[in-house]
């Protein structure tokens, strides 16, 4: 493990998460509703979607969306090291920390995130596997995403299920990344969302703060998963 690998990246992660607020209060909306063309709090008007730091000036510093970006960078950076996976899985984690904050203020991913995310992902890492001649590792990312499709497919169409369309397409993305790190990483990245958001609901209910009919958001979870998935 190089330090400076480790440090480098978790710069990125911090840099590039400080944009992160303003585009997230912008999409945070309901399903079907154009973007957010002014602050909810203070009405302000939006005149770009580039600003580094709060979603607004009434807003406060976004200290937990930077330090959420260092840490997941940083911990991809120390257990990839230098390998081409890690220039494909940085720049994904920015989007992922952009879906789990959207996610946790309006219980929605947009589509055109996960397209986004899905965009600077699998492509590239096709595209390396059949440079590298691996296709094998190719077709076991294609089979894990398959997987992770049906599995989250079925829990959506359970009754009380919690699950929404916009998680199963999420963890088919991030199923065809595991894929492509490997078995164990798959297994991993499918199982922790489950062991992850399980003691939050649990947490909530016992302080509270919800209830057993609140909707909870589960993408936070998924792209938790993955992160410890590819951290093994």
């Avoid at 709090?41 to 959420?68: I, N, Q």
Wanted: some cysteine; proline content about 8%.
């Amino acid at each position: 493990m190089s330090p400076w690998l480790v440090l480098c990246s978790a710069v990125f992660g911090a840099a590039a998460a400080a944009f992160v607020p303003r585009v997230a209060h912008r999409l945070a909306v309901p399903r079907g509703t154009p973007a957010r063309a002014a602050c909810a709090r203070c009405d302000t008007p939006f005149t770009d979607w580039v600003r580094a730091g709060a979603a607004c000036s009434c807003a406060g510093a976004p200290v937990w969306t930077v330090v959420a970006g260092a840490l997941a960078a940083g911990l991809l950076g120390a257990a990839i090291g230098p390998a081409p996976l890690l220039l494909v899985v940085l720049p994904a984690t920015v989007l992922g920390v952009l879906l789990a904050v959207i996610d946790i203020w309006c219980l929605r991913l947009p589509d055109r995130v996960v397209a986004a995310l899905a965009g600077v992902t699998v492509p590239p890492l096709a595209v390396a596997a059949l440079l590298a001649g691996e296709p094998g590792r190719l077709g076991r990312a294609a089979v894990a995403a398959g997987l992770s499709a049906a599995a989250y497919g079925i829990i959506a169409l359970l009754p009380g299920h919690g699950l929404g369309l916009g998680d199963v397409k999420l963890a088919t993305v991030l199923g065809f990344v595991l894929g492509f790190a490997g078995w164990p990483a798959t297994a991993a990245g499918l199982l922790a969302p489950h062991l992850i958001n399980g003691p939050v609901a649990l947490a909530l209910l016992a302080s509270r703060r919800a209830g057993r009919r609140t909707a909870l958001p589960f993408g936070p979870a998924l792209l938790a998963g993955a992160l410890l998935g590819l951290s093994i």
